[in-house]
């Protein structure tokens, strides 16, 4: 039998050694399998002929069956163009070309049956289809086409002749050297408990579909296959895991906790705190790894939460972790954690890549001999010469920035990997969660602390910067503070930091009569903590920013919260800079300052960000405007995504059924070793080993 994976797509016919670079190059296609795969973006239904007398402007593609009565040659330079007068008896329409005139002249004849396919438009009052596909009537069979397939090529590939169509006949011509029927993947009870359409009969259809029923049949098939197997590798994986590790006890809940609660808590939990802190006591109570997920929008308490977990460590002998994206955050926190423990007991340190190596040495030494109960860090935690006594839980916060690779560094610091607690404030939509992490238990704080009020957000023209000044000195006068933020990406770095720097100059003329902090990642840790020192403490009213605030900062008296080309940033990472004001039981504002001309996905960001509070939706409409690939997150998680067909925002409903089905297939062969499940086991294995199939990479 022809294996479709190992054979190398050069020997297809139609292909050859030209080709095949082409088709490795611009669509890694190597192998059959791989062009097997490769589906259409959309179908045309070519079954239905309009009649020109039908046709108006506001048409998609049509299709037409008449003659060419004339031709005719019009125009100057780049407006040169061929007309050619086509009827069906009905009407006239003008088939215009700008380009290639020639070449259409010599094979298009008048008086000759054409089958004529494009998409019309108005032009002066007339309906024209600019560079129509005309075919010989004859040689096309319109009641037997169906729907055509439209291959996405790029342009090197159109440009050498591999369009759309020349696609299709190569598609074609592989079906033709398949005498076999492609293999079942799926066991089946599944194929047949769910009524899907058989592997075999699905590649056909989705290549060449004859009607949309029995196109909608076949999609879903390989939706339901593409998402199956996703989830039955993270859950096997996870299942694995909480086989094989045991996680440290934390059996009781001991004075540290306690007292903390008692004396130093400056107010009560909210009943969503407590209910996440009875989740975590459980895990960690229990005989097996923690790995949770905590979720809670900006500002709903997740530091207590974390300091709550690290002290029930504390209480039973372990040593915690606090891993945080930025040294802005990780100092932050480190002082936020100090002055809440006041008089406890409790040592916690600070480090990060600028700690002196002095400190440093002091630091190992207690992390060693265990007299550092907490530490706080960046990245340079990671690293291996860092070692701790005891480790016993890890809290990640903003996670986002670690991915899957760093979390297993963090299991490794000990014989027994510590528990692990994620936090983010970036809430991942469902769907992406229970992909990218359904190996986590998830959950969520879903309850602000009491007395806050919903900032309200504006989106304003930077032609009203004026007033937006005045309404700023307003806040001030009041007592309150602001942030000024400026987008700072790498790739313009230098540039974004010279506006800046501009802005800064030209934000102190004309708030002469204040005191302005400036911060950026490009200063000595010194500078930043000075100047974040001193807005944190009120000694200066407006904070002058790149995104280094981005996460977890928090100076509750900070009220408005600016965002200079708000279009440069994407929703989550708007919602989180929005997350920094409204922290206090002040009424806070955040304002979107862009240039009058935006994009329409620009304008639909700046809608959302202004109709929405809830992290949640944003996260969900961001994931719908962007896809899962863009997501901050996904890729430093280890796990690319490389969807052929299913959608994880439109597949959602799919996704968390499909994901039964596979708990379903874990619980009657957890050996996998049942007959009934041999071809899924094997399907799985496959695709963990393919190169382009990346999120088989948390393995
Ligand atoms: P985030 O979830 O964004 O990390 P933080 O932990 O920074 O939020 O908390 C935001 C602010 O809310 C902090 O100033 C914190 O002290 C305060 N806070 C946390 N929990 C409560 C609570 N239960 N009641 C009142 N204020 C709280
Ligand atoms: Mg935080």
Redesign the pocket.
Known sequence: MLDTATRNIKFLPGVGEQRATLLNRELAIHSLNDLLYYFPYKYIDRSKVYRVSELGGQLQHVQLVGEIRSFEELGEGASRRLVAHFTDGTAYVDLVWFRGIKFIKNRLKTNARYVVFGKPSMFNGRVNIAHPDVDDASSLQLDSMGLQPYYNTTEKMKRSGLNSNAMAKLVQNLFKLLTDDIPETLSPDIVAKHGLMSLNEALHVIHFPKNLKELQAAQYRLKFEELFFIQLNILSYSRDRQKRYVGHRFSKVGEMFNRFYKENL?????SA?KRVVREIRADVNGNRQMNRLLQ?????????VALLSMLLAKDNGYQACLLVPTEILAEQHCA?LRRMLGSLPVRVELLTGSTKQKERSAIFEGLENGNVDILVGTHAVLEDNVVFRNLGIVVI?EQHRFGVVQRAKMWAKNSIPPHVLV?T?TPIPRTLAMTLYGDLDVSV?DEL???RKPITTNHIFRNRIDSLYSFIRGQINEGRQAYIVYPLIKESEKLDLKNLEDGYKQLCNVFVDYKLSKLHGKMKPKEKDEEMRRFASGETQILVSTTVIEV?V?V?NASVMVIENAERFGLSQLHQLR?RVG??ASQSYCVLVTDYKLSEDTRKRMEIMTASNDGFEIAEADLKLRGPGDMEGTQQSGIAFDLKIANLARDEQLLQYVRVVANGVLDADPKQESPLYRVVWERLRTIKNMKNWNWGAIS
């Not at 400056?266 to 909210?270: G, I, Y």
């Not at 500002?299 to 207590?304: A, D, V």
């Open positions: 400056p107010f009560e939990l909210t705190q809670g929008d900006v500002g709903s308490g997740k530091t207590l936020t916060d936090m404030a704080i602390p009491p007395g977890g928090d509750p997350g922290r206090g």
